[in-house]
Structures are given as C-alpha cells and as structure tokens.
C-alpha cells in the first residue's frame, strides 16, 4: 500500500472543491425581502450551476445550453447593472431574454422597472435555501 502524503491530499480535496465551486455548485446568501416568502434574508441557496448548461466562470453567456429555464423557476443572474440577483422565471422572451420578478411585488427590483434579462446572464438555478 502506498503512503499518500497529506499535503497532496489536502491539495486534491482543495482543487475538487475548487471545481465544483467554479463550475457545479455554489452556496449564496440571500439579501432583501423581494423573494420573500419563499426566500428570506439571510437563507443560504444552494445553486445549480449547470442546471441548464455550460457556462465559464469568469464569463458572459454559456458555451452551450441543454435545457432552459422553465416558469416559475428560481434563478441567479448577473443584473444589467452587474449586481447579482434572485428572482423567479416569468417566462422566456423571443430575443433570448428572461422576465425576472420578485415573489414579494411590493419589494422588488425587477423586469417591472429594469426589463428583460440575457439568458447569458444567468448563473444557476436555485435548488433549495434555508435559515
């Protein structure tokens, strides 16, 4: 049996966890009341990042698509201003853009007052979050 030595263990462990930080999955925490019920400030997300295909991490757009988001998906995206956002899919426009809105209408920043949003922009998709 061969010895492994701990400090290319631990360099192994950081690099996958690397990767699939960068390319599979990420943890965010929710900020603001405009996803409120479903999503409170301060819940941790858990995102999919390849939910509907392949994107580079430092990035605009994908560089290929299996699927895209569905109505009433939950999503992260970069907004136009460059801020990152979390908002439900309202649908899919022709021109490759998305309608984000907010659970909580009264309190959120949305397609309402910004318009549609790049499919390019979309990060991942919100798979569950809790306290």
Known sequence: ?????????IL????????MKLFL???????GRSMAPAIRSG?????DKVAYGLRLPWGQGYLFWWSLPKQGDV??????EGDIAV?????ISADNTFIALGDNSLQSYDSRSYGPIPLGNIIGKVLGAGM
């Not at 192994?12 to 990767?19: K, M, Q, V």
């Not at 999955?25 to 900020?31: G, K, N, P, Q």
């Not at 819940?43 to 995102?47: A, G, I, K, R, T």
């Not at 999503?75 to 136009?80: E, G, K, R, S």
Request: hydrophobic share 60%.
């Open 75 to 80: 999503v992260i995206f970069y907004t136009l």
């Open 87 to 91: 908002k439900r899919c309202a649908g």
């Open 43 to 47: 819940s941790v997300m858990v995102v």
């Open 25 to 31: 999955f990420d943890l965010m925490i929710a900020e």
């Open 1 to 9: 049996m061969e010895n492994i030595k701990p400090g290319r263990a």
């Open 12 to 19: 192994g462990a950081f690099g996958i966890a690397l990767f």
